[in-house]
């Protein structure tokens, strides 16, 4: 026959585990915080401008030359990449 004084400890452990996993951390509704500010806020910001500045200079002039060649009654030009420029 078992002995009750072998199962008492089993039982107290397996009981205080089940107490501290029921102790789990809840699940919270509160909004993420929000990055903190930096002093390299404006900087990034900064390029993040010129990217978009660059990306419409592009675009215009992308437009320019389909109207160029429209007017010419010349094939589409192709547009310039990097390997193209020898950069």
């Known amino acids: 026959m078992i002995q009750v004084n072998a199962i008492v400890p089993v039982l107290a452990t397996f009981a205080v585990a089940l107490l501290c996993a029921g102790c789990g951390q809840e699940q919270r509704d509160e909004e993420p915080m929000k990055p903190e500010e930096t002093v390299f806020a404006d900087q990034l910001k900064q390029i993040d401008r010129a ?7 592009e675009n215009r002039m992308q437009d320019l030359n389909s109207q160029l060649d429209e007017a010419e009654g010349t094939a589409p030009r192709e547009p310039d990449s990097e390997e193209a420029r020898g950069n």
């Open 51 to 57: 990217k978009e500045a660059a990306a419409e200079s």
